[in-house]
């Protein structure tokens, strides 16, 4: 029993760890968001002409803040049901009888089985989100590369170097965060794909009676 | 919130909860049932003669049955399965 509970342990800890880490990402994508939309907005407005890469800056800029915003809400209802989870588990006394620890098992299905699609989105997010990002990173980088070498060490030459950096690194964050999603719905899958199963020999139980 | 649970998950934490009698408002609250619902699977169970109905000075209280041990356990046997055989998730 106890080998069971710190297995749940591991799993809550590493879930509650991993939705914390994406609310951190996608506020940092929701900020690098209006810094780049906005500060290619005033490039676009400053030059008087429409080019078509600050465009696609304030785009993805822009689609950034609100994928950022759904993403944020999204993760704190996530994070609601682990910490309930949590308390349940915490509330656990040192040897914990097969109810108690089947009552945690029930918990965390329930909440998966209940945000199984948002897990998916947040996948999906997580990839459509890092692929932006490199992209902007990449853009900033060679633009700050060019500044550099025309304008040699300028503070607009360096401030596209960090931000490009900054840039690249919340993209590679974010493929991070949907592959860990993803291995954690694959094993939550796998449980799932055992129900039928269960739910089958339950129901046989009940009809015995 | 207690997400979305399967009628089975809820019969088991419903008979978990009345190794000591209970009333059904006590049910509904731990088992977070509307009354409807509640009333629905107290029902279904006392009718399968896992839950007692018990009066006591006008005091209804329900009690899980030596019955419902074999369910009970049965349930309790799956799940463990389903987390023993899959693989852990780790950070």
């Known amino acids: 029993m106890d080998e069971i509970k710190i297995k749940c342990k591991n799993e809550i800890r590493s879930f509650f760890g991993l939705t914390l880490i994406n609310i951190v990402v996608a506020a940092l994508i929701m900020a690098l968001g209006i810094g780049f939309g906005i500060t290619q907005l005033l490039v676009v407005i400053n030059s008087g002409e429409i080019l078509l890469t600050p465009l696609f800056l304030i785009g993805a800029g822009f689609t950034a803040v609100i994928a950022g915003v759904y993403w944020l809400t999204k993760t704190a209802e996530i994070l609601y049901g682990i910490d309930q989870i949590n308390s349940t588990y915490e509330q656990l006394p040192q040897h914990p009888n097969q109810d108690q620890v089947t009552n945690v098992f029930v918990e965390m299905l329930a909440h998966y089985r209940k945000n199984q699609p948002l897990i998916g989105t947040m996948t999906s997010l997580g990839r459509i989100s890092g692929v932006i990002f490199i992209i902007v990173g990449c853009l900033s980088l060679i633009y700050a590369g060019y500044t550099l070498l025309v304008s040699g060490i300028v503070i607009e030459g360096l401030s596209q170097l960090a931000g490009g950096i900054i840039a690249a690194c919340v993209g590679i964050g974010s493929f991070l965060i949907a592959k860990y999603f993803k291995s954690y719905a694959g094993v939550w899958e796998t449980r799932l794909q055992m129900e039928p199963t269960i739910q089958d020999a339950l129901k046989k139980q009940l009809e015995g009676n | ?91």
Request: charged fraction near 25%; charge should be positive; proline fraction near 2%.
């Open chain 2, 1 to 91: 919130m207690k997400g979305r649970r399967t009628n089975y998950e809820i019969y088991w934490e419903i008979l978990v909860f009345c190794w000591k009698p209970k009333t059904f408002t006590s049910i509904i609250n731990r088992c977070d049932l509307n009354s409807k619902i509640g009333q629905e699977h107290v029902h279904f169970l006392t009718e399968k003669n896992y839950l007692l109905l018990q009066i006591q000075d006008d005091k209804k209280t329900y009690i899980t049955t030596e019955q419902a041990q074999e369910y009970i356990t049965l349930f309790t046997q799956l799940y463990r399965k389903m987390f023993d055989n899959s693989p852990s998730f780790k950070l």
